[in-house]
């Protein structure tokens, strides 16, 4: 938290303003539910650019109707939660900009219909959460997590950006409700498995799956806490949500069921030891979001009624916990000044409602009934025992992913409220209303829905599997008591396991810790990939940006010649069975006999002036063919042209040394070689060129058109001043902007010499 | 260059190569010429005053700084694109006025495209001095 701001004067009305206008947004998306549980959908689009079949279209469903009321709800108590936690704070504008601006790009993205107008909201979630990692962008640690998730979530985008494209060209629409209908036609198509690897790339890497999962934990260390709350608690979820969105169209097919199966079950799994093994209590929260992910992407593997309801109703479950848990866990930190496991506890005396609020999401993140949370963990159990083929490793994982979390729960939402009184660095206080009204109501909803499963089925996961299934027959209902059954004896033996980690806390623990510190880092695997795109960088720097002019030039040449040249070589395009019957007309020998002489004396001279002057030659004996050819406004350009050439070069030349006596570093063989080569390679294309049917329909256009539209007889200038003026603009724009760079880069070095010589004169 | 024919010449050929930098540009929509092409030969008139009788006399005598000039250009030619507005026709179409014409001959044509072939004239003309008197100055 960044210190040195006065907590007393508040923000004032920056501060309000976005708390209303998101609990404005809130209320607007409200006043659907009654229309979306009823089952109707609602789309509205706005044209963007039609001709690439990109539109702005919304739509809302069951499934994007549940994710704007948790953004928009959730999203007005952590701006209302930061208005206090971040009261003072000089840049508090700033940061409330951008939390407003990520939650109206997560808003739009769950509410695109457009695949192309979602990839845009996705990128700008991207762009806004890199601001709010970096907000404290003095500590270096937030700007590498910031940086770090920035790249990750970026490259994962561009690859998911393809997948989309490639979508909409097999599907036919960039629309998902048009998609839906050709979803066999997608699944047949030899693209389906490239269209799959390339959108899972960028849902993986956003919903920081294994092996992507390490950004996000470094994202929750960012120093601006109620931003990382933010993105944990609500809006990672994106990659999930994506998944969701796409299930209708992708799902069904093996590599689909056991791609998601399998990466969500170890992420489930493996991150909630990770979890387990935290100090830091924001830290542990953040593994625990990712055991979270893992388990919705398990879910979304299978199209089973009971695995698309799991989805639906811990989806809502976890939002409810895990936001609440991670602003608790804010206000500790503001009460206590530590987050630090080992030395907090005994705070409910003095955190009475902090306390009450986290013992109330603790026991919903645990599975207990009454709450959500044991309704969802029933789910999840009665969908993995219905697993088919993969029903043995998914229960045993999520029975191992439940009972590990059981154990966060303990560890994260009990232990520092009760029992011994820690020793913390400040005197242990509560938190302000407006710190405390998000954690409260939020836990509380949890135990609501959990106590009227009916409501939370009717309003959310009805609607939500409607929209992912197309039916809202296969849901399922959500119940507290379902008789003794097989999800029952699963559950107990959670808790019991649970149990017994949180008794035995210390110590496996340490076991944990010891077992982390043998297994490869990924954090520090991230920081080798990059150091290796650094060095991989320098050396090919060193190679191509070597500083000097010649070889640069002597690089472009060759490049040239070789691509072209070996293109046309490799292509059979060398072809001079064709005479070009002008060319060897007598009446063009004088100019030839003109260019070759002014070529030679160029090369061969000893003096730049004379080789610059030879040049200008060569240049005229080029005028006089376009002369000849009848083309006298190119033959005045280029006249005038090798004019100036010649007297800026001219003037240039006289701040250059003498050229190179012939000696061992002369380079001009090799040069004359290339010349010589660069020509041939043109000379072939331009044969190539002429050989080929000069398809003349513009011209002839032009020709008829010039006199009575545009008023001119010389179609050069009427194309330069009327048919094509704005190309033209952009061009004497592009000259403007060329003398001033020039001059102004001329003047500074000029100047520094003049401050060097008044320096001098000083001394 | 010190060299009193020089000087003495180069004072009557820049006066010659603007005056007919002028008339290319005027011609340029019937015959060849041109914005281009008169800006390249206002240019080269004053380069050669510029080179026999120094970069100072040549400023002197110009009076505007030349980026001025060819900023000058830019917005003559943005001005003669918008101009179309007036008219309800989208930007850069050309709008003509004949002054006196009659059954035989056009008359005097004013134009838009006209203005904007000077805009073209101005910013060749302003953005080649630009970089020549710097040249020269910095040498």
Not at chain 1, 36 to 46: K, Q, S, V, Y
Not at chain 1, 109 to 129: C, K, M, Q, Y
Not at chain 2, 16 to 27: A, C, E, G, H, K
Not at chain 2, 67 to 88: D, E, K, T, W, Y
């Amino acid at each position: 938290m960044a210190a040195g701001h006065d907590e007393a004067k508040g923000n004032g009305f920056v501060g309000w303003l976005p708390v209303v206008l998101s609990a404005g947004i809130f209320a607007f998306f409200l006043r659907f539910l009654p229309q979306i549980a009823a089952g109707e959908t609602l789309r509205t689009a706005f044209a963007w650019a039609p001709s690439l079949g990109v539109e702005l279209s919304f739509l809302v469903d069951g499934l994007s109707l549940t994710f704007a009321l948790l953004i928009s709800g959730i999203g007005t108590f952590v701006l209302l939660y930061s208005n206090s936690y971040l009261a003072g704070h000089p840049q508090y504008g700033r940061f409330a900009l951008y939390l407003f601006s990520f939650m109206l790009s997560m808003l739009g993205l769950v509410l695109s219909d457009n695949l192309i107008g979602l990839f845009v909201f996705w990128e700008l979630t991207t762009l806004t959460s890199y601001l709010l990692i970096g907000f404290d962008n003095e500590s270096p640690k937030s700007r590498r997590s910031a940086l770090q998730a920035l790249l990750l979530t970026g490259a994962g985008g561009l690859a998911m950006l393809a997948g989309l494209i490639l979508l909409g060209a097999v599907g036919g629409s960039f629309e998902i409700s048009q998609l839906v209908p050709q979803a066999e036609a997608i699944k047949g198509d030899a693209l389906y498995l490239p269209i799959l690897i390339l959108i899972l790339a960028g849902t993986f890497t956003k919903s920081a799956q294994v092996p992507f999962h390490f950004w996000l934990p470094n994202a929750m260390a960012a120093p601006t806490p109620v931003s990382a709350f933010l993105h944990s608690a609500t809006m990672v979820k994106a990659g999930v949500y994506l998944m969701a969105r796409l299930h209708p169209v992708l799902s069904g097919t093996d590599v689909w069921f056991w791609t998601l199966t399998i990466f969500g079950a170890v992420t489930a799994v493996f991150t909630s030891f990770l979890s387990l093994r935290q100090d830091d209590l924001k830290q542990a929260l953040a593994y625990s979001t990712l055991m979270a992910l893992g388990t919705l992407t398990m879910l979304l593997a299978p199209s089973s009624g009971y695995a698309i309801t799991a989805f639906a109703t811990f989806l809502v479950v976890h939002s409810l916990y895990k936001a609440a848990l991670f602003l608790i866990v804010g206000c500790v930190d503001h009460g206590t000044g530590t987050r630090d496991a080992d030395l907090l506890g005994g705070l409910a005396r003095a955190m009475p409602f902090t306390a009450f609020a986290a013992a109330l999401a603790g026991l919903s993140m645990a599975g207990l009934p009454p709450f959500i949370g044991y309704i969802g963990k029933e789910l999840i159990y009665a969908n993995t025992i219905t697993a088919g083929d993969a029903a043995t490793f998914v229960t045993f994982m999520a029975l191992a992913a439940n009972a590990l979390m059981f154990a966060v729960a303990g560890v994260v939402a009990l232990r520092p409220f009760w029992g011994k009184k820690g020793e913390t660095p400040l005197k242990p206080h509560e938190a302000s209303w407006a710190m405390l009204a998000g954690p409260i109501v939020l836990a509380l909803l949890g135990l609501a829905f959990g106590l009227m499963p009916l409501w939370a089925e009717v309003n959310f996961t009805t609607p939500t599997v409607a929209a992912i299934l197309g039916d809202a027959s296969k849901a399922k209902h959500l119940h507290l008591w379902a008789g003794v059954n097989t999800e029952l004896m699963l559950s107990l033996a959670t808790f019991a396991i649970g149990f017994i980690l949180l008794l035995a806390y210390t110590p496996v623990r340490r076991l944990l810790e010891r077992a982390d510190a043998a297994t490869p880092s990924f954090d520090n695997g991230w920081d080798n990939i990059l150091n290796g795109l650094y060095k991989a960088a320098k050396w090919q720097t060193r190679i191509l940006q070597s500083g000097n002019l010649q070889r640069y030039l002597f690089t472009i040449f060759a490049t040239f010649v070789i691509a072209v040249g070996g293109t046309m070589i490799l292509k059979g395009a060398v072809n001079l069975g064709v005479a070009i019957d002008e060319a060897n007309s007598p009446r063009h020998w004088p100019e030839l006999v003109l260019i070759i002489v002014a070529a030679l004396v160029t090369a061969t001279s000893r003096s730049r002036m004379l080789a610059v002057a030879a040049l200008g030659v060569q240049g005229i004996g080029v005028a006089l063919i376009f002369i000849s050819f009848g083309a006298p406004d190119v033959a005045i350009t280029q006249l005038l042209v090798e004019t100036l050439v010649v007297v800026l070069v001219a003037v240039a030349m006289l701040s250059l040394p003498f050229l190179d006596e012939r000696g061992k570093n002369d380079h001009r063989p090799k040069d004359m070689v290339l010349a010589v080569l660069m020509g041939v390679v043109v000379s072939f294309v331009l044969i190539g060129v002429l050989q080929g049917h000069l398809d003349l329909r513009l011209t002839e256009y032009f020709e008829k058109t010039a006199a009575p539209e545009a008023f001119g007889r010389n179609i050069v200038n009427v194309i330069l001043v009327d048919f094509r003026a704005i190309d033209t603009f952009g061009e004497i724009a592009v000259i403007v902007v060329a003398a001033l760079s020039a001059y102004a880069l001329l003047r500074t070095t000029d100047n520094s010499r003049d401050r060097d010589e008044e320096e001098e004169e000083l001394q | 260059m010190n060299s009193l024919i020089l000087r003495v010449a180069a004072r009557y050929l820049a006066a010659i190569l603007l005056v007919f930098s002028i008339y290319m540009l005027f011609r340029g929509h019937n015959e060849p010429g041109g914005g281009f092409i008169g800006g390249l030969i206002g240019a080269t008139g004053f380069i050669l005053y510029a080179v026999a009788c120094g970069t100072k006399e040549a400023r002197a005598t110009l009076m505007v700084e030349p980026q001025s000039i060819a900023m000058a250009g830019l917005a003559a030619a943005l001005i003669s694109a918008f101009a179309s507005a007036i008219f309800g026709d989208a930007p850069f179409t050309g709008q003509w006025l004949f002054i006196g014409a009659t059954d035989e001959s056009k008359g005097i044509p004013l134009s838009t495209v006209l203005v904007f072939d000077i805009g073209v004239y101005l910013v060749v003309f302003g953005a080649i001095l630009t970089l020549v008197f710097a040249m020269e100055e910095e040498i």
